[in-house]
């Protein structure tokens, strides 16, 4: 299975700024996966990022609040932008495991607290 | 539209008790399914999965699900339960025609000594 790490595991940042978020995985994996976890909720999927190409945003997200890149097939970053308080959440990524099936490994997630 | 029941928010069991979790799925076709758990501050990690074949599968840290196509429900379970199974539990399914997952609203499990 792969080890996937993120960066940082938490920040408070003030409104208006931005943030962003490293993940790397320890393998070449295919896509890698945002997702948002506010507080005591479930996991609402951000976009899906492929190499080389536009990450594919979910309905509600768009790429001037959430730009992502994947330069390689081991990393990825997602920016917040323009924070506001409501932003503030947990931020995990994840990597398909090419096993199929949909499989996924997550990374520990970085807490974000707006002030 | 697909979607992901887990109709416990929060359960509580005593340490040894047996346990089940429930999840429901609406989907036109069986999907992958899975289940995911989340310790406090940490990330998910994957307890078990179905794709296809035998409808009862085992996970890790004793854990097990039954796949029941006729409910659209895929239950998870444990026969006695640790204190250290104290931890947020998401079902998720992944519909074949996507490499996403949706997932379910969670349930929490507290354990009490």
């Known amino acids: 299975s792969a080890v996937i790490s993120q960066k940082p595991s938490r920040d408070i940042c003030q409104r208006g700024t931005s943030l962003t978020i490293q993940c790397q995985v320890d393998?070449?994996?295919?896509?890698m996966f945002w997702y948002r976890q506010q507080p005591g909720q479930s996991l609402t999927l951000i976009a899906t990022?492929?190499?080389?190409?536009?990450?594919?945003?979910e309905s509600g997200f768009v790429i001037d609040k959430f730009p992502i890149s994947r330069p390689n097939l081991t990393f990825s970053t997602l920016t917040v932008s323009n924070l506001s308080p409501e932003d503030s959440s947990i931020y995990l990524c994840?990597?398909?495991?090419?096993?199929?099936?949909?499989?996924?490994?997550f990374g520990p997630g970085t807490r974000l607290t707006v002030t | 539209a697909q979607s992901v029941t887990q109709p416990d928010i929060h359960i509580t069991v005593s340490e040894g008790a047996s346990l089940e979790l429930r999840c429901n799925y609406s989907?036109?076709?069986?999907?992958?399914l899975f289940w995911y758990v989340q310790s406090p501050g940490q990330g998910l990690q994957l307890l078990l999965k179905?794709?296809?074949?035998?409808?009862l599968v085992q996970g890790i840290k004793g854990f097990e699900a039954e796949f029941k196509r006729s409910q659209s429900s895929f239950n998870l379970r444990k026969p006695s339960v640790h204190w250290s199974d104290a931890a947020e539990y998401f079902c998720a399914v992944g519909p074949y025609n996507t490499d996403k997952l949706i997932f379910g609203t969670g349930t929490r499990l507290q354990v009490f000594p």
């Open positions: 989907y036109g076709a069986t999907p992958y």
């Open positions: 179905y794709f296809s074949g035998d409808t």
């Open positions: 990022a492929n190499q080389g190409s536009e990450a594919t945003y």
């Open positions: 994840s990597g398909n495991s090419g096993t199929g099936g949909n499989e996924q490994y």
């Open positions: 393998s070449q994996v295919t896509m």
